[in-house]
């Protein structure tokens, strides 16, 4: 078998178990309501049987060669179109990858995941009960509050916790060891290994899960409904019971357990024992429909995969006896019918074909059309962009050639104040200059003067030089 066909199997399991599941589940409150947990119970038994019915070989068709039905055969394997020859060189170009044994091996690998899970799970379990002691039918555990249960599936056993006769009365006692009783004649305890594989063979499917939840809580139902068939003036004692074990905190995964903090609830129990059990020819039509209803899915799930048609060559001596010659006519006229119909069908798919061809070239066409429509907006939304692009610049440059000629205006006004500022100056020059002639012509006329006195100076003081020497006698 190569991973493909294992491949192909494990989807199939899935979508077969998905399908029982969700009829399961649809027609569980009927069948509590009118056929009791008894039945209900029983009802699960179409899962695991439809799965595995999926999983049987698959019908054989055996056709003799040269029969009009091999021909039909042999004309529909030829009909079937030719493998395209890019899909080839796309194949060959590109690197080969399946991705399927990975997904096999990925799925293998989350199995085993799960089964070393619950191994895990049921050692831890085994070893919180410590040192079992058989007592009377059934083993003590060294711990508390870790029953009552039946622990295992191949080799089960009940368990009671080493506080079992002070938390329950001597009555109590009697319908708890009942209850564990029930669930060994029932076969729960393999029932519940089979479920617990599941859950790690279909770990990818939700539905498993949810299953194994809610066959958990109707084995819980039916074995309710066992002892208090059993015991039917005890409801009162195996209420108080129950609300017991509420305290037990732990629970194995390989256990038929009383349920204490997990999720079954404790309503519908408690309600279900104030409730009239079915009489026994009710519960007997709801075992029959069980029976009915899980045959008739597991020969659907069976009948759902596509036959197998073998062809054989079949030799026949001597004439055929006219009950052979009439099948063998009416299987021949079957297989004309077929053909003519395999050959009008043929005609409406190249029909089909033909009116598919002219839909695609209209709509080819109308792509073409709208794509030259699209270029045509295209460029008149370019047009009118390019437009407002050149309105844009002249606007520009208006407001340049305006800041031009305020710049403009600016220059000249200063221009005309450096030039009246220039005139100021001229004149303020001219002004200067004339009081520098001015000054010139004063200090000309002083310096004569200075002069004239310096002269007159000279004058008297050799004229005072000549009267002293004249004084003294001195010769000139």
Known sequence: MTASDLMLLVVRANLVLAVAVGLILALRPLMLRRFGARVTYVLWALAPLAVLASLLP?????????????????????????????????????????????????????????????????????????????????????????????????????????????????????????????????????ANGVVALGQCLFWLNPLAHVA??????????????????????????????????????????????????????????????????????????????????????????????????????????????????????????????????????????????????????QRQHLEQARIVLDGQARDQERTAKLAELRLAMAEQRRAQAEIRRGLAEQSAAAAEKARGQSEIARVAAEQARVAVESALRDSRVSIRVAEETRAAVTSAVLSAVADELDRQGAPH
């Open 212 to 361: 194994a939840h809610y066959v958990r809580l109707d084995q819980e139902l039916a074995c309710d409904a066992a002892v208090i068939a059993r015991f039917p003036g005890a409801r009162k004692r195996y209420a108080e019971a129950m609300l017991k074990t509420q305290l037990a905190p732990m629970a194995a995964p390989l256990a038929c357990y009383w349920p204490g903090r997990s999720a079954h609830p404790m309503k519908r129990r408690i309600a279900m024992l104030k409730e009239a059990a079915p009489a026994g020819p009710r519960r007997a039509a709801g075992l029959a429909l069980v029976g009915v209803l899980s045959l008739g899915v597991a020969a659907a799930a069976w009948a759902a995969q596509p036959a197998r048609i073998e062809t054989r060559i079949i030799t026949i001596t001597g004439p055929a006896p006219p009950e052979v010659e009439a099948a063998r006519a009416q299987a021949d006229a079957a297989a004309v019918e077929a053909e003519a119909q395999r050959r009008s069908a043929a005609v409406a798919r190249d029909a089909a074909d033909a009116q598919r061809r002219d839909a695609e070239r």
């Open 58 to 190: 698959a019908r054989r068709i055996v056709v003799a060669a040269g029969s009009m039905a091999s021909r039909i055969v042999e004309n529909q394997a030829a009909a079937l179109p030719a493998p395209s020859l890019v899909p080839k060189a796309v194949s060959l170009a590109a690197p080969l990858f399946d991705p399927v044994p990975y997904l096999v091996g990925a799925w293998a690998l989350g199995a085993l995941v799960c089964l070393g899970l619950l191994a895990w799970r049921q050692h831890s379990f085994g070893r919180a009960l410590g040192t079992l002691r058989r007592e009377a039918g059934v083993y003590r555990a060294e711990a508390t509050g870790v029953g009552p249960a039946v622990v295992g599936a191949l080799r089960p056993r009940i368990v009671v916790p080493a506080d079992f006769e002070a938390r329950f009365g001597p009555e109590e006692r009697e319908v708890v060891l009942a209850h564990e009783q029930a669930h060994f004649r029932r076969g729960d305890p393999l």
